[in-house]
């Protein structure tokens, strides 16, 4: 892959070295399929970034960040008898929660506490699917609960 020619905001002399980052994105927004199977490429080419051990199955794990699959969420919401609002108005965490039961709720109830003392409406908690398959014991044993906590926006945000 090269670099693109220079347009609008991009300028190809502005790209450097970031050590393990990668980046695509359509520069009005846009999104699409072919931006995902780029990404998944740059993910693939930075294994060796992985921090990888002498147990080829325990690293510390990488990922996308696109924007909110707002159909997705929207069908959960739906099926589980939450209001949603319109895209733009609710964001989504990604919380790693504590494997023990006990500690996990502890957890989920602080963070529902704090979104409404700043004024925000908890709207729920979302189950995140994972699968362990490649994963080594190590990494199984130490595997947090994955979930989405979802939140809309309070009357004291512009």
Known sequence: MGYPVSQGLYDPRNEHDACGVGMVAHI?????????????EIL???????????DPLLGDGAGLLIQIPDPLIRRWATGHGHDLPAPGDYAVAMCFLPQDPAAREFVKARMETFTAKEGQRFVGWRDVP???TGLGAAVIASMPVIEMAVIARGANCA
């Open 44 to 54: 693939e080419k930075l294994d060796h970034r992985g921090a990888v051990g002498a």
């Open 130 to 132: 994972t699968t362990q």
């Open 28 to 40: 009005k927004g846009a999104k699409s399929h072919g931006i995902v199977r780029q990404a998944l």
